[in-house]
């Protein structure tokens, strides 16, 4: 499985910004499980959220939830992390990953396979 992480940038407090995960080299229709994480510098991976590909349900760090939502566009095996109403502290390098089954451990880092590149997003004034 290969993932593509982009949509990162420059933006400033109280703005959107929309990040994709592009999946390939496997059936992404299966039980897989995807998650976001993201990396301040100094700081440890933490979890952001997770995403059941074949409910098509979310999982949102509850200190995140109501300003980041995930989805989908099956016909391109990509997930989406819409974030809004960006703060300095979401300042970090996001990443995402990726797991052949879905676990209820959904927010461990240890448990995906694969990884994407990280894509770093700044919110600053």
């Known amino acids: 499985v290969q993932l593509q992480a982009s949509g990162g940038g420059l933006v400033q407090p109280g703005d959107s910004l929309r990040l994709s995960c592009a999946a390939s080299?496997?059936?992404?229709?299966?039980?897989?499980?995807l998650g976001w994480f993201r990396q301040a510098p100094g700081k440890e991976r933490e979890f952001v959220a997770a995403?059941?590909?074949?409910?098509?349900?979310?999982y949102v760090a509850d200190s995140l939830k109501g300003r980041f939502t995930v989805s989908r566009d099956n016909a391109k095996s990509t997930v989406f992390l819409q974030m809004n109403s960006l703060k300095a502290e979401d300042t970090a390098v996001y990443y995402c990953?990726?797991?052949?089954?879905?676990?209820?451990?959904?927010?461990?880092?240890?448990?995906?396979?694969?990884w994407g590149q990280g894509t770093l997003v700044t919110v600053s004034s």
């Open positions: 990953a990726a797991r052949a089954r879905w676990s209820l451990d959904y927010s461990n880092v240890r448990i995906y396979d694969y």
């Open positions: 080299g496997r059936d992404f229709t299966s039980n897989y499980a």
């Open positions: 995403f059941r590909w074949a409910l098509n349900r979310e």
